[in-house]
């Protein structure tokens, strides 16, 4: 068809119709050709098209396929070590169920659940195992087998080495082969892992010249026979008394597992009799009761005594508040002490050295832990720590010194300090009452436990640790104080007071009495017969400042820098001296005066090193040099003055340390008596009775400073009672 437009311009021609035709035959072959060729173009770009899009799609699948196979593999190999550190860490757990459901049974011989949790749970807890870790070193068969290396802790101490584990799919998972081998390598089902212990030998407690104050001993251990009982109910009635022990203690001994009829049954430990202390002429009369016990004992049927190693305390009641002693360790020690090397069948020092120097005296038990074969040999050893016997602790103490200050004061409550005044070092230190330390050992009865803590005169109680009033003992100290301010002077007369004296009207009917008068009130006479009065006066004068600040230069408020812990020395109850009868008071060391024996000591050593005051210390060493605690904190003058006062109190006839007096040796110190009393007009009160002494002469083979109190001597002489006790002493010391 024809638009009209297209017949319009035909019309020119005349002859519409061929125009139009001839026009439409002479364009076709063009528009033909031009469209062949366009369709051909947008064939040849489909084609490129879709061969691009399938390379596309070719290289995009291989790289999909590729990541698949890559993720594929490396979560296969997450996932088995994954596995493995989840089976360990609940090694560490003890969580052996757990571990249980991670193996495969059929490929892990079967094994059953209860097996399974036994085998391990023995063998990890009873090595202590602890912070097990592993680090994996390769895998092969496409993390079917994993090589890893393993570590952990131990009784025996750290066990590392190398091991592989496989790994086998079940049911779209992957399970652990289990074997005994992965526990250790050389482990085989048959094989048993055992441990040998070999106990340390706990070091020995010496004095300075070696003697034993804690070592190895020797006792009886009573117990049964149950195959030879003939009468089980009579025999455990009289063994109980006998030995004073529970029935039913008895009766849970006899019915422990472990017991058969050839069994020897331990009930309790008894000293051992000494054959040849019975042999003396007037043996002991506990020795002779002990031997006539045991004889009684081994007449029951079924009865046996053996001999058996303890801890030992030659000195007894002598040195139990210094050397302490050791008992079994109980649950809570075990639970306090994790990881020190204690076992249930530890013993732990309880107090004293023993239980100061622990760490040392306790050394470290050796141990191996094997494997042994099905015929019971030792196949191979997992870790060997060889046994470390503990160190021995050698005291500054002298055993002699320390007996016969014990034999001399073991009826009264009272405590001594000995020490070498030049080096600092302590020759004694001696509480009374005391108890003995073996019977801590041995096991101690209800009856005498009952009997140590109801006694009132506390032989549990260790006084030479304790803060006491120091009574005239202070005297020296308030003179140096006044020398050193140079608010005293030695030669002024302070005036005759009397036995009663007080500042004024103030003081209301308040008095500072003294037992002599003296005349002159010189600081040598006042101090050769301890007047009271005289030293208040000098008290007052110096003023509440000048005494508590010298005071606290001396070490009052302070810890003493020794091995066993001291309470510490004070001037006052509150922070400072509230009042002048306390400031006159304090003078002669009353008021709320109270210091520790060793600090005294430690504060008279000054008399004997120009001002110097020397640490104390307790461990012995040959080539030891003295430490000066406080170093010249008094002027020597102050010192010599003091020194020449206190050398009169011993030498003079009238003065009241005179019954100290030798002739061989220059002795200089202190008498003091101290009053325990609720006001000044109490009646019911007691008094401490002390002696300071020391030796003079620094090149005597033994220089000794010596300090003793007493407590309730009122009615048994006061201090003049320590006076002859100290001067026994001496006797036997510097003889």
């Known amino acids: 068809s024809i638009r009209p437009e297209q017949a319009g311009s035909c019309s020119r021609f005349r002859i519409p119709g061929c125009t139009l035709r001839a026009n439409i035959v002479r364009e076709e072959p063009f528009a033909m050709e031009a469209k062949k060729k366009e369709e051909e173009t947008i064939m040849k770009r489909k084609k490129f098209e879709w061969t691009g899009r399938l390379i596309l799609i070719i290289f995009s699948l291989i790289l999909v396929l590729s990541l698949i196979f890559f993720i594929t593999k490396q979560t296969h190999k997450n996932t088995t070590e994954q596995l493995l550190t989840e089976y360990m860490n609940y090694i560490n757990k003890h969580e052996y169920e757990k571990m249980y459901k991670m193996i495969s049974k059929e490929h892990s011989s079967n094994i059953s659940m209860e097996e399974f949790v036994k085998r391990n749970k023995n063998i990890y807890e009873g090595l202590e195992t602890k912070d097990l870790s592993i680090k994996i070193l390769n895998e092969k068969s496409n993390g079917k087998e994993i090589s890893y290396l393993t570590s952990f802790n131990t009784l025996a101490g750290e066990v590392k080495f190398q091991n592989e584990v496989n790994f086998i799919k079940e049911k779209f998972e992957y399970k652990l082969v289990w074997k005994d081998s992965i526990i250790f390598p050389q482990l085989e089902s048959t094989d048993k892992v055992r441990i040998d212990t070999v106990e340390a030998e706990r070091g020995q407690i010496l004095d300075r010249n070696g003697k034993v104050l804690a070592g190895k001993g020797v006792a009886s251990s009573v117990g049964l026979v149950p195959g030879k009982i003939q009468d089980k109910e009579n025999t455990i009635i009289k063994l109980a008394e006998l030995l004073e022990v529970d029935i039913d203690v008895i009766k849970n001994k006899l019915s422990a597992e472990w017991v058969k009829d050839d069994s020897f049954v331990p009930i309790k430990t008894i000293p051992k009799v000494s054959e040849l202390e019975l042999m003396k002429i007037n043996p002991d009369e506990n020795l002779v009761k002990l031997k006539e016990n045991q004889e009684e004992l081994l007449s029951i049927p079924g009865v046996m005594i053996n001999d058996i190693e303890v801890r030992d305390y030659p000195l007894k009641e002598a040195a139990s508040h210094l050397v302490g002693y050791i008992q079994k360790v109980t649950a809570e020690d075990l639970e306090e002490n994790k990881g020190k090397g204690y076992d249930s069948n530890s013993v732990i020092g309880r107090s004293g050295i023993e239980s100061l120097y622990e760490d040392k005296l306790k050394g470290q038990n050796g141990c191996m832990i094997y494997i042994e074969d099905e015929f019971g040999n030792r196949k191979d050893i997992i870790v060997d720590k060889p046994v470390q016997?503990?160190?021995?602790?050698?005291?500054?103490?002298?055993?002699?010194?320390?007996?016969?200050?014990?034999?001399?004061?073991?009826?009264?409550?009272?405590?001594?300090?000995?020490?070498?005044?030049?080096?600092?070092?302590?020759?004694?230190?001696?509480?009374?009452?005391?108890?003995?330390?073996?019977?801590?050992?041995?096991?101690?009865?209800?009856?005498?436990?009952?009997?140590?803590?109801?006694?009132?005169?506390?032989?549990?109680?260790?006084?030479?640790?304790?803060?006491?009033?120091?009574?005239?003992?202070?005297?020296?100290?308030?003179?140096?104080?006044?020398?050193?301010?140079?608010?005293?002077?030695?030669?002024?007369d302070y005036g005759n007071e009397g036995l009663s004296w007080q500042k004024d009207s103030s003081w209301g009917d308040y008095y500072v009495t003294t037992l002599h008068e003296t005349e002159p009130a010189t600081l040598e006479n006042a101090m050769i017969y301890s007047d009271n009065i005289y030293f208040a006066k000098v008290a007052l004068k110096l003023g509440e400042n000048n005494l508590t600040s010298f005071l606290e230069k001396l070490g009052f408020n302070k810890e003493i820098p020794f091995d066993i812990k001291m309470s510490i020395s004070q001037y006052s109850n509150t922070e400072g001296i509230k009042s002048e009868i306390q400031l006159a008071d304090s003078g002669y060391g009353q008021g709320q005066i109270l210091i520790n024996p060793l600090h005294l000591a430690s504060i008279y050593s000054a008399f004997s090193n120009d001002g110097n005051i020397i640490e104390p210390t307790l461990l012995y060493n040959p080539n030891y040099n003295p430490n000066i605690w406080m170093p010249e904190v008094i002027q020597k003058e102050s010192i010599h003055t003091v020194l020449e006062t206190m050398k009169k109190v011993i030498s003079e006839p009238t003065a009241t340390g005179y019954g100290l007096h030798r002739e061989e040796y220059t002795l200089a110190g202190k008498t003091g008596t101290a009053e325990i009393k609720l006001s000044k007009e109490d009646a019911t009160g007691t008094e401490l009775g002390w002696m300071a002494v020391f030796t003079t002469d620094p090149n005597i083979e033994n220089p000794i400073l010596l300090i003793s109190m007493v407590e309730d001597v009122k009615n048994i002489g006061g201090s003049g009672y320590v006076v002859q006790k100290d001067k026994r002493v001496l006797d036997q010391y510097l003889r």
């Open 389 to 492: 016997n503990g160190e021995d602790i050698q005291l500054t103490i002298d055993a002699e010194l320390q007996k016969v200050l014990y034999e001399q004061f073991k009826d009264d409550k009272s405590c001594s300090v000995a020490m070498n005044q030049y080096t600092g070092e302590v020759l004694a230190l001696v509480s009374t009452p005391s108890f003995n330390s073996n019977d801590f050992v041995m096991g101690m009865s209800d009856k005498l436990w009952k009997s140590l803590n109801e006694d009132e005169r506390q032989p549990l109680y260790n006084r030479f640790r304790q803060v006491w009033c120091p009574g005239s003992t202070f005297k020296p100290v308030t003179a140096v104080i006044g020398l050193d301010t140079g608010i005293l002077d030695p030669v002024e």
